[in-house]
């Protein structure tokens, strides 16, 4: 068995309804375990309001589990009626049983939700810019971790690893800097083809006395 090395400050924690706690001592089939807190993870995270899985969502390496053993997971899952399965045509999907969950199953299954069903959860990934961020600068904290994801939502997401790049190659590794060329491109422009051909060497239009306030911050 591998040692765990902790919890993280930067990831974030799922909740998990008092309900189920209790219903930890009646379980005793590993794979209605695993099933289960798996789609509360993964439902909790679904932007949107269709707030469903469907068994392909349920991944065999994530749940160390095959699809066999997922879909036995399933039926026990249904069965003890922490999981609803709703069918609409050649469509099936799974909802907590939650009040939320309860009404999206029986819309589901009139037919209602049918055009957002289509539109599979994606696989829970760690966003890039964390995963940059660690890499290049170091460990994360709760108050960066909000100011990551803000950034998310202002620049495009090709942008940050040239901007990580430029930072490290000028040995300024924090996180205001890096941000402070994002904003730069946002409000001057940025050319692609050029930035592309050599991002590193780029990097000395970004000089200390401009950007001088962010250097040797954090």
């Not at 909000?146 to 930072?167: Q, S, T």
Request: proline share 3%; aromatic share 12%; net charge negative.
């Amino acid at each position: 068995m591998s040692t765990f090395p902790g919890f993280t400050s930067s990831e974030t924690f799922t909740q998990v309804p008092d309900s189920f706690i209790h219903l930890v001592k009646e379980i005793d089939d590993i794979a209605e375990l695993k099933v289960t807190l798996y789609a509360i993870w993964r439902i909790e995270h679904i932007e949107g309001h269709f707030r469903a899985l469907c068994e392909t969502d349920f991944e065999t390496e994530s749940l160390g589990m095959d699809d066999a053993e997922i879909r036995l997971g399933l039926e026990k899952s249904v069965e003890r009626g922490t999981l609803l399965k709703a069918e609409h045509k050649a469509d099936t999907f799974y909802f907590l049983n939650s009040p939320r969950g309860r009404l999206a199953a029986e819309a589901f299954a009139k037919g209602q939700w049918r055009e957002s069903a289509r539109i599979m959860s994606a696989p829970m990934r760690k966003s890039n810019i964390f995963k940059l961020y660690e890499e290049n600068i170091g460990a994360l904290t709760p108050l960066l971790s909000d100011m990551l994801r803000e950034a998310e939502k202002n620049y495009p997401g090709m942008w940050f690893e040239e901007a990580f790049e430029i930072a490290v190659s000028r040995n300024i590794r924090n996180w205001k800097y890096v941000e402070a060329i994002l904003a730069r491109w946002k409000e001057k422009g940025k050319d692609e083809r050029k930035d592309q051909q050599n991002p590193v060497k780029d990097a000395d239009r970004y000089t200390d006395s401009e950007f001088s306030e962010f250097i040797n911050r954090d």
